[in-house]
T-cell receptor
């Protein structure tokens, strides 16, 4: 069965610190997709990144970077030089590739990041 | 930039009443979804919809729930007889592809059942 675990419920950092949000997933599929979404206090879900299971290359986008390691079933997200605007709940999610009629996303519990000035 | 829009943003209803939540997905998207998030909890899948029929649904999506795309643009979620535990944020989402594409979410409709 597929499952996503975000063990960190809350993280609090001071502005300009680096912070890593952990995500561990379980799936029996060889083809799958991993996502990160941001949910700011306003409540909407903002797409950040998608990764497929065949692409383990790490990705950097500005202050954001993602480390995908199939050997440990992890897809961790790092924010470098955090800012107050990064304060939000971050969700990791898994989508299995065998579903070709609209594969559902399985979300983790979310990590609430609080960046203090 | 195209976006998914949802109405109403907040609805308060009495237990036992019917509620319809509306969504306008991104125009060239073919797959539509409803998710729900009970306050402070994770986002849970309810249902996916493709080619005018339900393609997958969760255990949460029981006979009280139904979805339809009545006019080719709107995608609605109906809760027939609301219960207190239906109080949650309901997110509509759409995607171009079914297995690979990212989901774009609306801003959510907060349902409060009294």
């Amino acid at each position: 069965a597929q499952k996503v675990t975000q063990a960190q419920t809350e993280i609090s950092v001071v502005e300009k610190e680096d912070v890593t949000l952990d995500c561990v997933y379980e799936t029996r599929d060889t083809t799958y997709y991993l996502f990160w979404y941001k949910q700011p206090p306003s409540g909407e879900l903002v797409f950040l990144i998608r990764r497929n299971s065949f692409d383990e290359q790490n990705e950097i986008s500005g202050r954001y970077s993602w480390n995908f390691q199939k050997s440990t079933s992890s897809f961790n997200f790092t924010i470098t030089a955090s800012q107050v605007v990064d304060s939000a709940v971050y969700f990791c999610a898994l989508r299995e590739g065998r579903s070709n009629q609209g594969g559902k996303l399985i979300f983790g519990q979310g990590t609430e990041l609080s960046v203090k000035p | 930039e195209p976006e998914v829009t949802q109405t109403p943003s907040h609805q308060v209803t009495q237990m036992g009443q019917e509620v319809i939540l509306r969504c306008v997905p991104i125009s060239n998207h073919l797959y539509f979804y409803w998710y729900r998030q009970i306050l402070g909890q994770k986002v849970e899948f309810l249902v996916s919809f493709y080619n005018n029929e339900i393609s997958e649904k969760s255990e949460i999506f029981d006979d009280q729930f139904s979805v339809e795309r009545p006019d080719g643009s709107n995608f609605t979620l109906k809760i027939r007889s609301t219960k207190l535990e239906d109080s949650a944020m309901y997110f509509c989402a759409s995607s171009v592809g079914g297995g690979t594409g990212e989901l774009f979410f609306g801003e959510g409709s907060r349902l409060t059942v009294l």
